[in-house]
């Protein structure tokens, strides 16, 4: 009896990592979401991706589906331009932590500061 990986005892851990592969740029003869050089080849790729995730029955991809159908014009607008928020929901993130550490701080001035300092 030889020996075998997980992947190959568990069907739906298979079909699962299989669904990761599809997403990612990994060679096997498909066309990749990410890859993708524009919008419109994106939407296609990323239709079938979505389409391919509702076949398998997964219940670990039902959010992400849902998540990638409401999203679906904006993901594929990420293709065609450069621009992200990601630095300003960085910063976000930042002040909000702040802002629960300082929690009880008397000095707004002070507070402000200490923001300014933190997101330099």
Same mark, same amino acid.
């Given at each position: 009896?030889?020996?075998? +990986?997980?992947?190959?005892?568990?069907?739906?851990?298979? *079909?699962?990592?299989?669904?990761?592969?599809?997403?990612?740029?990994?060679?096997?003869?498909?066309?990749?979401?990410?890859?993708?050089?524009? %919008?419109?080849?994106?939407?296609? +790729?990323?239709?079938?991706?979505?389409?391919?995730? @509702?076949? $398998?029955?997964? %219940? @670990?991809?039902? +959010?992400?589906?849902?998540?990638?159908?409401?999203?679906?014009?904006?993901?594929?607008?990420?293709?065609?331009?450069?621009? $992200?928020?990601?630095?300003?929901?960085?910063?976000?993130?930042?002040?909000?932590? *702040? %802002?629960?550490?300082?929690?009880?701080?008397?000095?707004?001035? *002070?507070?402000?500061?200490?923001?300014?300092?933190?997101? %330099?």
């Amino acid at each position: 009896m030889g020996s075998k +990986s997980l992947t190959d005892i568990i069907e739906p851990l298979k *079909l699962a990592y299989r669904l990761k592969e599809l997403f990612y740029c990994v060679p096997c003869g498909y066309q990749y979401v990410l890859s993708q050089p524009n %919008k419109v080849r994106a939407a296609k +790729s990323l239709g079938e991706w979505i389409r391919r995730a @509702e076949d $398998s029955n997964l %219940k @670990e991809f039902k +959010s992400c589906i849902t998540a990638f159908n409401n999203w679906f014009d904006e993901i594929c607008n990420s293709f065609d331009y450069p621009w $992200s928020n990601g630095p300003l929901e960085g910063t976000h993130t930042k002040i909000k932590t *702040l %802002k629960r550490n300082c929690f009880g701080m008397k000095n707004f001035n *002070l507070f402000r500061k200490r923001i300014m300092f933190a997101c %330099k």
